[in-house]
C-alpha cells in the first residue's frame, strides 16, 4: 500500500501548481484523501480533503476559493489544483488515506505519502 505525490515545484507568487496523489494497493474510492501541508519550524496543517463516499470536499480557510481538490477514480489519483499562489503557502505537501470521513486530524490517518516541496517566491 502506499501513495506517491507529485507535481511540486517553484512559482512565482500569483501562480500555479497541480498536485497528484497517486494510490497503489488500494483505490482512492475506498478512503477519504487529504491533503496537508508542512512549513519549516512549524506543525503539519490539513489544506483539503476530498471524501470517500459523496464527493464532499472539505477546505482549509487560508486556501479557500484558491485550492480544488478533485478525484479522478480510472487514474486512481486525487488532484490539487493550486491557484493564486502565496509565499505562505510554501510548504512539503503530503498527502494521506483515512478510512473514514474527511478530518484535518493527522493522527487518524492510515497511509502517508512521501511529500512534495512547493516553493512560491514573492
Known amino acids: 500500500v502506499q501513495l506517491q505525490a507529485s507535481g511540486g515545484g517553484s512559482v512565482q507568487s500569483g501562480g500555479s501548481l497541480r498536485l497528484g496523489c497517486a494510490a497503489f494497493?488500494?483505490?482512492?474510492?475506498?478512503?477519504?484523501i487529504g491533503w496537508f501541508r508542512q512549513a519549516p519550524g512549524k506543525e503539519r496543517e490539513g489544506v483539503s480533503c476530498f471524501s470517500r463516499d459523496d464527493g464532499t470536499t472539505l477546505y482549509a480557510d487560508s486556501v479557500k476559493g484558491r485550492f480544488t481538490i478533485s478525484r479522478d477514480i480510472a487514474e486512481n489519483t486525487v488532484y490539487l489544483q493550486m491557484n493564486s499562489l502565496k509565499p505562505e503557502d510554501t510548504a512539503v505537501y503530503y498527502c494521506a488515506a483515512v478510512r473514514f470521513g474527511c478530518t484535518f486530524v493527522t493522527a487518524l490517518y492510515d497511509y502517508w505519502g512521501q511529500g512534495t516541496q512547493v516553493t512560491v517566491s514573492s
Open positions: 494497493g488500494f483505490t482512492v474510492d475506498g478512503y477519504a
